[in-house]
């Protein structure tokens, strides 16, 4: 069971690598003037498609669902998706990406939180101790030291990466009740989140910004999207479900967080923006936080009665 486990950190630690590549991505997608919203909705085309050709050839029972579930997972889709595919992106379209990886990264204890109400799993003390770390990570790369939002953030960035945090930490605590109930298997949950993430997605962009830019996308600008579908869309979060077979929801949160290593790498060598010292310190706390969370075994968690 121990190796097991560490394999499911692995593929949580693999799911974190890639989402890190998503950032730059994203970032060179707003470079390149594509409209993020146009980027969310072909993501989760792309994503919808890849888990749906997969299923057809692997395991085509997995489409079956039930009606109650199927609104369940229909109402679920809105702030899980919508959150992280149009709010994460939205988000770096008026934040750096150092600034962005940082607040989306307050979803750890947001799931910690959400733990205790959803999965019905009682934190122990290294998993709270990391969300905690990883909140003052938060704090420490985002706020000045006279205490206020540093280099005038725009609110509107912000309100948009909290969104994205919120519904990373759906996605975490519903994956993780998929595993452990079993009320819709996690193939299942997996395809009709993309599926229902892309309806709530196409509705929201045909009542505001409309499809006239659609025939305008550029191939250096499909080429990036297919990638963040298909690459770290897709398999990053495939696999991050892998990890919640057996990993607590609130553990697989801070494990993720390796995508911050990742996204500062990258920023700094492919889109010159190095992260500040109080970004470099605020990433070096949530790392510590992955390392705490790693070493804390596989003990089973006390649940609430």
Same mark, same amino acid.
């Given at each position: ?31 390149? !003037?594509?409209?993020? $919203?146009? &980027? %969310? /909705? =072909?993501?989760?085309?792309? #994503?919808? +498609?890849?888990? @749906?050709? *997969? ?11 039930? !009606?109650?579930?199927? $609104?369940? &997972? %229909? /109402? =679920?889709?809105?702030?899980? #998706?919508? +959150?992280?595919? @149009?709010? *994460? ?20 204890? =947001? ?195």
């Amino acid at each position: 069971m121990r190796d097991y486990f560490r394999l499911d950190i692995l593929a949580v630690l693999s799911a974190g690598v890639l989402w890190g590549t998503l950032s730059p991505a994203g970032k060179q997608l707003s470079l390149l !003037g594509a409209d993020m $919203l146009t &980027v %969310a /909705v =072909l993501r989760a085309a792309f #994503m919808a +498609g890849g888990v @749906a050709l *997969f299923l057809l050839a692997r395991m085509p029972h997995r489409f079956r669902i039930g !009606g109650r579930q199927l $609104l369940q &997972v %229909a /109402v =679920l889709a809105g702030p899980c #998706m919508v +959150g992280i595919y @149009a709010g *994460f992106f939205f988000a770096l379209h008026h934040l750096s990406v150092p600034v962005t990886i940082v607040i989306f990264f307050t979803h750890p204890l =947001l799931t910690t939180i959400g733990s205790l109400v959803i999965t019905k799993e009682l934190p122990n003390c290294r998993q709270v101790a990391g969300a905690l770390l990883t909140f003052v990570g938060v704090a420490v790369g985002v706020l000045s030291s006279e205490g206020s939002l540093s280099g005038g953030i725009d609110p509107v960035g912000i309100a948009w990466c909290l969104f994205a945090a919120l519904g990373m930490s759906l996605y975490s605590l519903f994956g993780r009740l998929s595993a452990q109930t079993g009320f819709i298997s996690q193939a299942t949950l997996f395809f009709y989140l993309q599926f229902f993430g892309l309806s709530w997605l196409s509705l929201l962009k045909t009542f505001t910004a409309g499809w006239g830019d659609l025939p305008l996308i550029t191939t250096a600008q499909l080429l990036w999207i297919m990638y963040v579908g298909l690459g770290g869309g897709m398999l990053g979060y495939s696999i991050y479900f892998y990890g919640l077979r057996t990993l607590p929801a609130s553990t697989a949160s801070i494990v993720s967080s390796i995508e911050i290593v990742t996204a500062f790498t990258l920023s700094a060598v492919l889109l010159r923006q190095p992260p500040a010292p109080r970004e470099v310190a605020g990433a070096a706390l949530i790392v510590l936080a992955i390392v705490l969370v790693s070493r804390g075994g596989n003990e089973p968690l006390r649940r609430k009665a």
